[in-house]
C-alpha cells in the first residue's frame, strides 16, 4: 500500500563520512525553507555537483538576469575559494521553446515580408500600407478588446481615451536601472500600457507613413503577429535553422553580457537542442515506471495522481501554489493553449506533439517536441547523475519549473521500495523588482544589461556591489537609499586601496622590521576578529550582507587609527583585497598572489602617466614654494623648463591631449614667474590643474598634508557626487545671498518711502475719530478715549517717525 505523501518527509539529510573535513556551512535551502548542513554527495567532502537552469534565450539579459546570474556567481566562487570545494557547474541554455519558436518564426515571417516587398525607392507601396493597416486592426482586436471594431490609426487617440480613460498616457517604466518613485501598479497596467504603446506608434505610422525603413520601425510590432497569424502554420516543421539561428546569436550575446559582468562561464553547457534522444528516453522511462501516459495527439503527460499515489509528494517547493491555474498555464507555455488532453488539469506536460509550424524531432509518440520542464531534468541527469547537490535559479522558477522538475526526476529515478532525493539543495535567487514587481520582457519594464553598463550609470563593479550588499535570496528594489550605499561602499575601499597602494610603493625593507605600537596591535586584532566573523558569516549561508559590513567598518578603524605601520595597511590591504577578490569585485583578480592589493581600475590611463605624473610633480614643487613665504620666482620657472626637458619624447595621438595640459601648466607656470605674481596667483593656477584640466580627463589630484605628494587617481563616483553636491550648496548659499540682498533692498526701499510720511500725518486715518496738536490720536473710531499706555506707544512711533522724516528733509535739502 502507498505511503500518504503528507506523512513523506519533505527532504532526506545527506550524511557526511566520518573523516570528511567539512566547513560547518549552513545554506538555505528552498527544500526545507530553512538553513540546512551543507553535505556534499561526493564522500570525501571535496566535489559539488551544481546545476543551474540558464536563459531562454531569444532576446537580451536584462537587469532581473544580472541579479540572477551574478549571485549565482558570488556563491559558486565562495564555495570555490574560499571553502575549496572542487564545483562541477552545468548550466543550460533553453534554445527551442514556446517563447523562441514564436519569435523565430515572427522574425523569419517579417524578413520575409519585408524581402518580398523591398521597393526601388524608399517609400511605402500601397500593398505594404493595406497589410500594415491589416496587421493594426489585428493588433487592437487581440489585445485591445474595449475598442470599437471600426477603431482607425486616425480615430485611435481618441477610442484609448475613451475606453482606458487615459491610461495610455501613463508613463512605462521606462528606467529600471534607476530608482523609482513609489507607485502603484499592476501586471495588467504594464501590459495594458505596452499594448497601446505599441498600437499607437503604428497609428502614427500609419497616418504619416514617411519613409520604409522608419515605417517597418515603427509598425514591425504590430506586423509580426499578424504575419503569424496568417502564415505560422505554412512552416516547415523539419526548419530547425530558423529558431537556432535566433537562440544562437542570444546565447553568444548572453554570454558576452556575462563576461562583462566577470561572471564565470560554466565547466559545462547543455542546450536542448542538442539532448532531444536523451530527453526520448528520460521521458520514455517515466511512462514505464508508470507516472506519465499518451494522450490522442501524441502528447506525452506527466500524471501527478499517479505519482502522489505511489508515495511521492508533488510541489514540495511551493505547495501552496499546487492549484493555481495561472501559473499551471504559464508553465506549459504559449502555445499550449486551447483544448487540452490531458487527463487532470494538474498534469504537465512531458512531450508536446508538434503543431503545423511547430517544429519538430522524431520519438515513439510521434514527431513533436520537449515540455519545458523535462528539458533540465534530463540535460541534469545526464551530465550530472542520480543526485544534484545543488539546484539553482530564480526565484519565479520555484513552481512550476522546478517542482515539475522534482517530480518528473524522482519518477525517472525511483525504484520499487527506493524513493531517492534528485537534489538536495535548492537555492533561488531574489529576484530584481521595479514598483514591487520583478523585471520581465512581456511586461517591458526592463532595462538591458548593455544598454545599463554603456550608459555608465551602473558598472560591473558597481552591480555586484549592489546585489552583495544584500541577501543573495532576497528580493532587491533599486531606490535612492540602495544606489547611495553602493556608491558610499565602492568609494571607501577605492579611498583605502588607492593609499594602501602608496604606502606599498613607498614601503622601504627595513619598515617591515619596525616594532609595532599599540595602534598597530589594536588594528591587528580587529583584523584577526574580521577574519573570524567573515568566516562566520560566509558559513551562515553566505552572508554576504554582513560580511561587507565587516569590511567597511574594519576600513573605517584603518582610516581613523594614527601612526600605523606600512605592514600593517599593507596586511589589511592584501586581506581585503582576497576577500573582494572571492566575490568577483576585480575581473584581473588573481588569488594565487597574496602581495596583489587592490583592483582594477585604481591607476590612471597608460598614455596619461609620462605626463600626468610630471605635471603632478611640478604643481606639488611650485605649491610648496608658494607656500614659503617669499617667493623664490627664479627657482619655479626652473623647475617649469625641467619638467619640459623630461618629457620631449614624441607624443601619441592617446596621449595628447594630457600632453598639453602638461605644457599648458609648464607656460602658464613661466608665465607667472615671469611677471612676479603673488603666491595666491601660482596657488589659483595649481588649483585649475586640479580642478578643471585634470578633472576633465577623468583624473584627480588628491592633496595630502604636507610633505606627501598629492595622490594620482582616477575619478570615481564618490568624487563626482562629492563635488556636485558641493556645487549644489554652493549655488544654493548664493542663491540665499541674492534672495537675502533683495529683501533687505525691498525693506530699504519700504524705509526711505515710509521716512518720506510727515509724522504730523501718520495717524490720520479712519482708525481714530480725534487727534492732538502733534497728530497723536486721542480717541479711536469706536469713539472710545485712546488708553494712555495705548498713546505712550503710539508717541514712541511718533517719535521715530519725526525722526525719520527730519533725515529724510535733510537729504532733500543738500540735493
Not at 541 to 570: K, Y
Not at 596 to 617: E, M, T
Not at 705 to 734: W, Y
Request: proline share 5%; charged share 25%; with cysteine.
Amino acid at each position: 500500500m502507498a505511503s500518504d505523501s503528507r506523512t513523506q518527509p519533505r527532504w532526506i539529510a545527506p550524511q557526511a563520512r566520518p573523516d570528511a573535513q567539512l566547513p560547518r556551512l549552513k545554506i538555505y535551502n528552498s527544500l526545507t525553507r530553512s538553513k540546512d548542513d551543507f553535505i556534499p554527495v561526493d564522500p570525501s567532502g571535496k566535489l559539488v555537483t551544481w546545476y543551474a537552469c540558464g536563459p531562454t534565450v531569444y532576446e537580451d539579459a536584462h537587469l532581473g538576469h544580472a541579479k540572477n546570474y551574478v549571485s549565482t556567481d558570488i556563491v559558486r566562487r565562495i564555495m570555490k575559494d574560499y571553502f575549496g570545494f572542487h564545483v562541477k557547474f552545468v548550466m543550460n541554455t533553453t534554445d527551442i521553446d514556446d517563447k523562441i519558436i514564436l519569435q523565430g518564426r515572427r522574425q523569419y515571417l517579417l524578413a520575409r515580408f519585408k524581402q518580398e516587398h523591398a521597393a526601388e525607392s524608399d517609400s511605402v507601396s500601397d500593398l505594404v500600407l493595406a497589410e500594415a493597416k491589416a496587421a493594426f486592426r489585428h493588433y487592437i482586436g487581440k489585445n485591445l478588446p474595449s475598442l470599437p471594431l471600426d477603431t482607425s490609426p486616425e480615430t485611435f487617440s481618441e477610442a484609448v481615451d475613451k475606453a482606458y480613460k487615459g491610461k495610455g498616457d501613463s508613463p512605462l517604466l521606462a528606467d529600471a536601472a534607476k530608482p523609482q518613485q513609489s507607485q502603484t501598479v499592476t501586471v495588467a497596467d504594464l501590459l495594458l500600457r505596452a499594448h497601446i504603446g505599441t498600437a499607437r506608434l503604428a497609428a502614427e505610422a500609419l497616418q504619416a507613413p514617411g519613409a520604409l525603413p522608419d515605417f517597418f520601425a515603427k509598425t514591425d510590432d504590430v506586423l509580426l503577429p499578424y504575419l503569424d497569424a496568417l502564415h505560422g502554420a505554412e512552416i516547415d516543421s523539419n526548419n530547425h535553422q530558423i529558431y537556432l539561428e535566433l537562440s544562437q546569436k542570444f546565447e553568444r550575446r548572453f554570454f558576452e553580457d556575462m563576461d562583462s559582468l566577470n561572471v564565470l562561464p560554466p565547466d559545462q553547457l547543455t542546450r536542448v537542442t542538442e539532448y532531444v534522444p536523451q530527453i526520448v528516453r528520460f521521458v520514455e522511462k517515466i511512462v514505464t515506471n508508470g507516472f506519465g501516459y499518451v494522450s490522442p495527439d501524441g502528447s506525452v503527460y506527466f500524471d501527478i495522481d499517479s505519482f502522489e499515489k505511489a508515495g511521492h509528494s508533488y510541489s514540495r517547493l511551493e505547495p501552496w501554489n499546487k492549484n493555481d491555474r495561472a501559473l499551471q498555464a504559464d508553465g506549459e507555455g504559449s502555445l499550449s493553449s486551447g483544448r487540452s488532453m490531458k487527463r487532470s488539469e494538474n498534469d504537465f506536460a512531458l512531450w508536446k506533439a508538434s503543431k503545423p509550424g511547430e517544429p519538430a524531432w522524431p520519438s515513439p509518440w510521434g514527431r513533436g517536441r520537449p515540455g519545458w520542464h523535462i528539458e533540465c531534468s534530463a540535460m541534469a541527469s545526464e551530465a550530472i547523475g542520480k543526485t544534484i547537490d545543488i539546484h539553482s535559479g530564480g526565484v519565479d522558477l520555484r513552481f512550476p519549473h522546478h517542482d515539475n522538475e522534482l517530480a518528473q526526476s524522482e519518477a525517472y529515478w525511483s525504484t520499487p521500495g527506493c524513493q531517492g532525493q534528485w537534489t538536495n539543495y535548492f537555492i533561488h535567487m531574489g529576484q530584481l523588482r521595479i514598483r514591487g514587481l520583478k523585471m520581465s520582457k512581456s511586461l517591458k519594464n526592463y532595462t538591458t544589461i548593455r544598454t545599463v553598463l554603456s550608459e555608465k550609470e551602473w558598472t560591473a563593479r558597481s552591480l555586484r556591489i549592489c546585489f552583495l550588499l544584500m541577501p543573495w535570496q532576497d528580493a532587491i528594489e533599486v531606490t535612492d537609499e540602495l544606489m547611495k550605499a553602493v556608491v558610499s561602499w565602492e568609494g571607501k575601499l577605492n579611498n583605502f586601496f588607492l593609499k594602501s597602494l602608496d604606502i606599498s610603493k613607498h614601503s622601504r625593507p627595513e619598515s617591515t622590521e619596525q616594532e609595532l605600537g599599540i595602534a598597530d596591535q589594536q588594528l591587528l586584532s580587529s583584523l584577526d576578529k574580521a577574519k573570524a566573523d567573515v568566516g562566520t558569516a560566509l558559513c551562515d549561508s553566505f552572508n554576504t550582507s554582513a560580511v561587507m559590513r565587516i569590511l567597511s567598518d574594519l576600513v573605517t578603524e584603518a582610516n581613523s587609527a594614527e601612526m600605523l605601520s606600512d605592514q600593517t595597511v599593507i596586511s589589511l590591504a592584501q586581506w581585503i583585497t582576497r576577500i573582494v577578490t572571492i566575490f568577483g569585485l576585480d575581473p584581473e583578480g588573481d588569488l594565487s598572489n597574496p602581495d596583489r592589493i587592490g583592483w582594477s581600475g585604481l591607476d590612471v590611463p597608460a598614455p596619461a602617466k609620462p605626463y600626468i605624473y610630471p605635471a603632478s610633480q611640478l604643481r606639488d614643487k611650485v605649491r610648496t614654494l608658494a607656500c614659503s613665504g617669499s617667493v623664490d620666482h627664479a627657482a619655479i620657472a626652473k623647475l617649469a623648463d625641467e619638467t619640459a626637458s623630461s618629457t620631449s619624447t614624441a607624443v601619441d595621438a592617446s596621449s595628447q591631449p594630457y600632453n598639453q595640459v602638461l605644457q599648458q601648466f609648464r607656460t602658464d607656470v613661466k608665465a607667472l614667474a615671469a611677471q612676479q605674481a603673488p603666491a595666491k596667483d601660482l596657488l589659483a593656477l595649481c588649483d585649475q590643474l586640479r580642478d578643471v584640466h585634470l578633472w576633465n580627463l577623468g583624473i584627480y589630484l588628491e592633496d595630502r598634508n604636507s610633505p606627501q605628494p598629492a595622490l594620482v587617481r582616477p575619478l570615481d563616483k564618490l568624487l563626482i557626487e562629492a563635488r556636485a553636491e558641493q556645487e549644489s550648496a554652493g549655488i544654493a548659499k548664493a542663491k540665499a545671498k541674492l534672495e537675502q540682498e533683495a529683501r533687505e533692498a525691498e525693506r530699504e526701499k519700504e524705509l526711505r518711502e515710509r521716512a518720506k510720511v510727515d509724522p504730523l500725518v501718520m495717524f490720520r486715518t479712519s482708525d481714530y475719530l480725534e487727534w492732538d496738536e502733534s497728530g497723536i490720536p486721542t480717541v479711536d473710531a469706536a469713539g472710545d478715549v485712546v488708553s494712555k499706555n495705548r498713546r505712550k506707544k503710539l508717541a514712541k512711533e511718533w517719535e521715530k517717525q519725526k525722526k525719520l522724516h527730519e533725515e529724510w528733509l535733510a537729504t532733500q535739502q543738500v540735493a
